[in-house]
C-alpha cells in the first residue's frame, strides 16, 4: 500500500466520522462544500478594492512594470501564505484560524492576544467588545451602500443618512441569512462571486479589445518610477490588502466537508483564479486610464467604465455594489466563527459558542456582530484604527508560520494530512517580517501603538481569564444573558472536544493504517 493511498484512506475514514453527530450533543455538520469553499476564498478576496483602488499600487511605485510585478508577487506570496495554512488547517481543524493555531502552537495567553488584537476591549468592564472585524463589516458595508445608491444620484453626491440607512439593511439582511441556514448563506456567496467575476471579466475583455484596436502609448516606458524600499513596502500593503481573505476558509473549516482535500483544492483553484483576474484586470486599467488619471482617480473602474461602456458605465457602480455585498457576507460568516472558538476557549463570554439546535448556526455570535457593526456605522473615527493595525496583522500571519514551524519541532508526530516543503513557510515568514519591519523605518509609530495594545491584553488575560477561572466565579449577568439565549433562539453549546476527538481517532487510524502497510 503507497503513502498516498494511506492518507487517503485516513483522510476518507475521519471525514465519515466528522460528518456524524456525537450522541446527544450539538456538533457542527459539514455543509461546505469544495465549491463553497472556493467562493469563501474568491468571494472574501474580490472586494470593492480591485474596482476601487488599484492607484494604491500605482502611486507608490509610479511605474506600469512594477505594479503589474507587485500584483503578480501578492497572488502568489498570498498563494504561499495560504499553503502554509492549508497544512495548519488540516492538522488543527478547528474552526478560528490564526487564534485556534497560536493556541494550539504556544498555548493560551498568545491565543488570547490574538483574539485581543482581533476583537480590542474599549470597556473597563471584564468583558471583550467586538471591534476590528466589526470595523472591516462596516467599512465594506458602507463601500457597497455608497456604490449601491450611486445611480439614483448621478448629478450630486449621496446622502450620509441613506448610505449608512442603506449599509444597516445590507448587514441586518446578510446576519438574517446566516442565522437562518449555512447553505443559504452559501449560496448567496456562491452568486455574488460568479456576479462579481463576471464584471472583472468583462473589464479584461474590454481592455484586451482597446489594446488590439487603439494604441499603447500608457505602456512606454514602463520601468520608469520609484523604487525607495520604504515606498515598495508600502506598494506591497496596497497589492496584499487586496489580496485579503486568502485565509477565510481556515476559520471554518470545522463545516466544510472532507478538509484534509477541500481546503488546498479550493486553494489552489482560487489562488492562481484570482492573481490571474488582478493582474489582467490591472492591464485593462492601464491600457486605457493614464497615469495622471489612474493617480487623480479615486474610482479606477469607474474611470475605465466611463471611458469604455459609454451609456450603461452605470453598470460598474452596480457590480461593485455586488462585489462588496457578497464580502460582507464572507466576513459576517467567517468573524462568527473565530468568536465562537474564542468562547469555548474560555477567552469570551459563553454565549457566543451558543448554536441553533436544528440550524446548526451561531445566531448569538452573529447577532451580537451585527450589531456592533451597525454601531461602527455611526461613527467616522473608526477608520484611523486600520493604520495601526495593518503592521501587526501581518505580525499576527508570522506569528502563526512561526507556530507551524514550532509545531514541527514540538510535535513531530501530529497528524499532517498535508505537509508542505519546509522552504514554504520559512520563505513566507521572512516576507511577512520584512512586510512588517520596512515601513517601520520611516513611520515606526503605526506598528508601536499596535504592539501597545496588543500587549495590554496580558493584564487583561490574567486578571479577567485566569483569576475569573480560578476563582470559578461567573457574571450574574452573562448567566442571565446565556440562559436568554438559550431560550430566545433554540441554542445549544457546540461540542467544543468533539473535533479533539476527531484528530485523536485519525492518528490512531493512521498509524493503524501505516502499521498494516509495514506488515505486509
Avoid at 474599549?122 to 467586538?130: E, S
Avoid at 481573505?245 to 488546498?264: D, H
Avoid at 507556530?403 to 494530512?417: A, D, E, F, T, V
Amino acid at each position: 500500500m503507497t503513502a498516498k493511498k494511506t492518507a487517503a484512506q485516513a483522510s476518507d475514514a475521519v471525514a465519515a466520522i466528522g460528518n456524524n453527530e456525537v450522541g446527544d450533543k450539538v456538533v457542527l455538520k459539514r455543509k461546505i462544500t469544495l465549491i463553497n469553499g472556493v467562493g469563501i476564498i474568491v468571494g472574501t478576496i474580490i472586494g470593492s478594492g480591485i474596482f476601487i483602488s488599484p492607484t494604491g499600487v500605482f502611486v507608490f511605485t509610479r511605474s506600469v512594470g512594477s505594479s503589474l510585478v507587485i500584483w503578480t508577487l501578492s497572488g502568489i506570496l498570498s498563494t504561499l501564505g495560504a499553503l502554509c495554512y492549508a497544512e495548519l488547517g488540516t492538522c488543527i481543524t478547528r474552526s478560528g484560524g490564526d487564534y485556534a493555531y497560536l493556541l494550539v502552537a504556544f498555548g493560551p495567553l498568545v491565543g488570547f492576544l490574538r483574539l485581543w488584537m482581533a476583537l480590542l476591549i474599549i470597556r473597563p468592564t471584564t468583558q471583550i467588545n467586538l471591534l476590528l472585524d466589526c470595523i472591516e463589516q462596516a467599512i465594506v458595508a458602507l463601500t457597497f451602500a455608497q456604490y449601491a445608491v450611486r445611480p439614483f444620484f448621478e448629478d450630486c453626491e449621496a446622502p450620509e443618512s441613506a448610505v449608512r440607512l442603506l449599509a444597516a439593511v445590507c448587514l441586518c439582511f446578510l446576519t438574517a441569512i446566516n442565522c437562518i441556514s449555512t447553505k443559504w448563506a452559501m449560496k448567496i456567496q456562491d452568486v455574488f462571486t460568479i456576479a462579481k467575476l463576471t464584471a472583472l471579466v468583462s473589464i479584461i475583455l474590454a481592455g484586451i479589445y482597446f489594446m488590439a484596436t487603439e494604441s499603447l502609448d500608457n505602456f512606454q516606458n514602463p520601468w520608469e518610477g520609484e523604487y525607495a524600499l520604504s515606498s515598495l513596502a508600502y506598494a506591497f500593503y496596497s497589492g496584499l490588502f487586496a489580496f485579503g481573505g486568502w485565509n477565510y476558509l481556515n476559520f471554518v473549516t470545522e463545516e466544510l466537508e472532507n478538509p484534509y482535500k477541500n481546503l488546498p483544492r479550493a486553494i489552489w483553484i482560487a489562488m492562481p483564479m484570482v492573481t490571474g483576474i488582478y493582474v489582467f484586470v490591472n492591464m485593462a486599467y492601464f491600457a486605457v486610464v493614464s497615469r495622471q488619471e489612474m493617480l487623480a482617480s479615486i474610482a479606477v473602474a469607474v474611470s475605465f467604465g466611463n471611458r469604455m461602456f459609454g451609456s450603461v458605465a452605470w453598470l460598474i457602480p452596480i457590480f461593485v455594489a455586488l462585489s462588496t455585498f457578497g464580502g460582507v457576507n464572507g466576513i459576517l460568516f467567517t468573524s462568527a466563527r473565530l468568536f465562537s472558538t474564542g468562547a469555548q476557549e474560555g477567552h469570551l463570554p459563553a454565549w457566543f459558542s451558543l448554536v441553533h439546535v436544528d440550524r446548526q448556526t451561531p445566531i448569538p455570535a452573529l447577532i451580537f456582530t451585527c450589531i456592533t457593526s451597525i454601531i461602527m456605522l455611526l461613527s467616522a473615527n473608526v477608520f484611523v484604527l486600520i493604520n495601526y493595525f495593518s503592521q501587526i496583522l501581518w505580525l499576527s500571519v508570522a506569528a502563526s508560520i512561526a507556530g507551524l514551524l514550532w509545531l514541527r519541532i514540538s510535535k513531530p508526530n501530529m497528524p499532517r494530512p498535508i505537509k508542505v516543503n519546509l522552504a514554504l513557510p520559512i520563505i513566507f515568514l521572512i516576507c511577512c517580517l520584512g512586510l512588517v519591519l520596512l515601513p517601520s523605518f520611516t513611520e515606526p509609530f503605526n506598528l508601536l501603538v499596535g504592539l501597545a495594545i496588543t500587549l495590554s491584553g496580558v493584564p487583561i488575560y490574567y486578571v479577567c481569564i485566569v483569576w475569573r477561572s480560578n476563582k470559578q466565579t461567573k457574571n450574574q449577568l452573562m448567566q442571565w444573558i446565556e440562559r436568554g439565549c438559550q431560550i430566545l433562539f433554540n441554542a445549544a453549546f457546540v461540542d467544543c472536544h468533539h473535533d479533539r476527538k476527531r484528530e485523536r481517532e485519525f492518528s490512531e487510524m493512521q498509524t493503524s493504517i501505516e502499521d498494516k502497510s509495514v506488515s505486509h
